[in-house]
């Protein structure tokens, strides 16, 4: 299968195609993650939708903007036309003088009719098991909650949490869009870092109400740092297909110029859109749970399989595959929040943590971790630096979802946070510590989320300067100081820094580091 080919529309910024491929008509609008070269869309404009020479109601979410102002990255929201089963039609864009448009008011939808029933039966081993109630509605209620990921004419959405354990708290994404659909996205998270207590948790799931829940699971064994997702619609969800043009992508550099003349075997993505369609919470998919795990993976590499299929054949089952991966990878126990900034940890906040059971060792006070952590469970994975999957990163791009930004500045972090802090050299040091490939992934995973994470996001600048120091030191090593100039015609290589073997050579690694470069 290959993907569906453009005929480029003069004058657009950019263009999509839209596919139905539900057994009915459908118009129901939608929201997904736009990237725009530098330069062709001004942060003071808006963009309309058109097809079939008629401009579609369009809303944009501007989330990151290129270093000259201009947009990056946004949330794009249309109300596409009616479409037949199995039609395709094509959607540019147009940059146009922002207006200002009629709000509606997402609270009063809400307040109509909306409700979102959690119940929980928490498990222990020491006490009566613990019954939980808890309503998104409620939560969404106080006035002082307001739409801030998306907000516009046609969508807004909200986000609300609440802790209901020790180490157990439930987030809540809440979209509502102006027809009255409303999407909520659930996390069940247990990342705190510093808290004392034991983070394993184990406990029956039900969602919606008892009679006909929308979603159940029993005995979910909830481990240390991690989390799990899955998303509710009040409506039937019958959007459209988003498809986009590879070589336009490319042209952003937001990819890799991967070569789609080849195409991918559909039954590969059949076979794996079965597999994950019933997927279990704390699941790993597709990902190798044993990170070490060398030899020919589909996991690791610039992209995953999954990823690079979806890239390819733009098919809506290989997306399915490429999400269902991306909400897997919650399950990784890398996920270390400082309760203090509710967000990813930051070694210029905590400088000596170490997200190690040897973290715990005197000399990294006052940032070590609780000790209750590494008591606790590890859900039967072993990450490490130089066998990581690229999990987030393109499930963000064109989602733009909140939660796999947020996934994304986790993983980026752990590249950093993740490192015995003598090797991070008292900064943000995460290339040339470890194995070459290792060095490939970190660089990779920080120069990803630092290119595309919001500009508001807690985490965006930390990581910038994370990159910045990263490459700096990259050039000074091996441009500005020439240190394997004696190498003669060999210079170029990158150091090996683990085996103790200053000659050694891993030819296949270094080109690991040269795509993550191409990333940057």
Known sequence: VKAIEFTDIAGAIAQIKLQNNWNERTSAPLTFGMVFPKGVLSSDQTIAAKSHEAFLPTQIDVKVLHHDGTVKHAAITIEPPELDPDDIIDVSFWPIETKENPTFNGRQIIEAGYTFPVSISLYSETAPTKEISLNARDLLLDEKVQPEWLSGPLVQEFRVEKEIAAHLRVQFDVRVYRNGDIRTAVVFDNSKTFSPGIRHNVYDVIIGDKTSPAFTASKIGHHRPSNWHRVFWSLPNTSAHVIYKLEYLVSTTAILPL??????????????????????????????????????????????????????????????????????????????????????????????????????????????????????????????????????????????????????????????????????????????????????????????????????????????????????????????????????????????????????????????????????
Do not use: C
């Open 259 to 520: 070569d789609p003349t080849s195409g991918i075997n559909a039954e590969t993505i059949s076979d794996a859109d079965k597999k994950l369609e019933a997927m279990p919470p704390m699941a790993p998919a597709e990902i190798t749970k044993y990170f070490p795990s060398t030899g020919g993976r589909d996991d690791i590499g610039i992209y995953p399989r999954w990823v690079s299929n979806y890239l390819i054949t733009q098919t809506e089952a290989a997306r399915r595959v490429m999400m269902s991966n991306a909400d897997a990878g919650g399950a990784v126990p890398w996920h270390y929040i400082d309760e203090r900034t509710n967000a990813p940890i930051s070694i210029e906040i905590r400088p000596k943590f170490w997200a190690d059971e040897r973290g715990l060792e005197d000399r990294y006070r006052p940032d070590q971790p609780s000790s209750d952590i590494f008591a606790s469970s590890d859900g039967g994975w072993s990450a490490d630096h130089s066998h990581k999957p690229d999990l987030f990163y393109i499930p963000y791009l064109v989602s733009a979802d909140h939660y796999y930004a947020d996934e994304l500045a986790m993983q980026a972090a752990w590249a950093i946070f993740g490192r015995w802090p003598a090797l991070r050299v008292g900064g943000l040091k995460a290339i040339d510590v470890e194995q070459v490939r290792a060095s490939a992934w970190s660089l990779r995973d920080i120069s990803n989320a630092a290119w595309v994470l919001p500009d508001t996001h807690p985490s965006k600048k930390y990581l910038e300067r994370a990159l910045d120091q990263n490459l700096t030191l990259m050039k000074e090593k091996y441009i500005d100081r020439q240190e394997f100039s004696g190498a003669g015609e060999l210079e170029g290589y990158f150091e090996e820094s683990v085996y103790g073997e200053p000659e050694r050579i891993s030819p296949w690694q270094n080109d690991y580091v040269v795509l993550a470069l191409w990333l940057e």
